[in-house]
């Protein structure tokens, strides 16, 4: 119940604190004003809950807590690494969100600088802007 009710918690904090672009990204505003708008990881402050219901104040990068939230995985210490499939490092759109091995989210960098996914990855790169 818990759980659920936190999960809930980090959904809502992420339809509040973004803008959905054209391309479908949802890019992370928050109280942010200016700057906003450059392709970077961005961080927020919020509670991390533990296993015995303990909760505690955390700085998370906004993505992976959005990820987190989304899939309703309570690890966040994990070493996983969620990769953006869009490229877009504010983006926090749970569906160009995945989590996988860090020698495949580098070599997704070449698809979004060249604008097209090597056919060998899976899902593709998103890269139609
Ligand atoms: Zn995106
Ligand atoms: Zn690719």
Redesign the pocket.
């Known amino acids: 119940m818990e759980r659920s009710k936190y999960f809930e918690e980090i959904r809502k904090l992420a339809r509040e604190n973004t803008k959905v672009t054209e391309?479908?990204?949802?890019w992370w505003i928050g109280r942010a004003r200016s700057g906003v708008y450059e392709d970077k990881y961005c961080k927020v402050r919020f509670d991390q809950l533990f296993s015995d219901g303990t909760r505690k104040r955390t700085q998370f990068y906004c993505h992976r807590l959005v990820y987190f939230g989304f899939n309703e995985i309570l690890d966040m210490d994990s070493s996983l690494e969620i990769s953006?499939?869009?490229g877009?490092r504010r983006?926090v759109?749970p569906a160009?969100l995945l989590a996988e091995e860090n020698t495949t989210n580098q070599e997704r960098r070449p698809c979004h600088n060249n604008n097209a996914c090597s056919d060998y990855h899976s899902p593709t790169c998103?890269t139609e802007f």
């Open positions: 391309n479908g990204c949802w953006h499939l869009c877009k983006c759109n160009h998103i």
